[in-house]
């Protein structure tokens, strides 16, 4: 199990759907991303932001309750995945016994921000993206995107140097053929079936 803590909640780019973003403790580079709902990630946004609601939200009135109930959340574990699901669990330290709830990690993590406790996850079991290696190959893609073009950009400015004319001209007309190609060309024709 590693420490993470909330670095931020981005959007997937696909499905709108927030995702947070979890980060080792010790290694910042290290990015463990969940997808949450968007109810889940207000929550997170609104303690981080520091607002203060005039009624208890959700997350705040489960934290009333379990304090009413004599107990502190000690930490939250993202602990397992079933069914492409996280499972995470909120230890609760009530008069000396501990208490282990099943949870959601959304709700989890809502919990220990609100009483300001570690977030442990296992690793094994979140999938970790590195944000510098992430941008190294950004880097390498761009490099090789830019050596694509500086070829092209040569066999613009040389022509034909170097290459056999003959080929030159079967690649050409055979790119008129696929140009003025129809899907129908394919089709069967009645006598073709016999």
């Known amino acids: 199990m590693i420490q993470v803590k909330v670095k931020n909640i981005g959007l997937d780019s696909l499905t709108g759907a927030p995702i947070l973003m979890l980060a080792d403790v010790n290694n910042e580079d290290d990015i463990y991303p969940i997808w949450i709902g968007v109810s889940e990630a207000e929550g997170i946004i609104i303690k981080q932001s520091g607002v203060e609601t005039p009624r208890p939200l959700t997350y705040d009135l489960m934290k009333n309750i379990i304090e009413s109930l004599g107990g502190t959340v000690k930490h939250v574990a993202i602990i397992d995945q079933k069914d492409n699901a996280y499972i995470a669990e909120i230890v609760i330290d009530r008069d000396g016994e501990e208490l282990r709830i099943d949870s959601r ?20 079991v979140v999938k970790k993206i590195n ?32 290459r056999d004319p003959e080929i030159d001209k079967e690649l050409k007309e055979f790119r008129k053929l696929l ?16």
Not at 179 to 194: S, V
């Open 105 to 124: 990690p959304s709700d989890a993590i809502n919990l220990a921000l609100r009483f300001e406790v570690p977030i442990y996850l296992n690793e094994n």
């Open 131 to 162: 944000i510098k290696e992430i941008g190294q190959a950004k880097e390498r893609d761009k490099e090789k995107e830019e050596q694509i073009e500086t070829v092209e950009d040569l066999e613009k400015t040389t022509g034909d140097i170097g």
């Open 179 to 194: 140009e003025n190609i129809k899907p129908e060309d394919f089709a069967l024709k009645p006598e073709d079936k016999n």
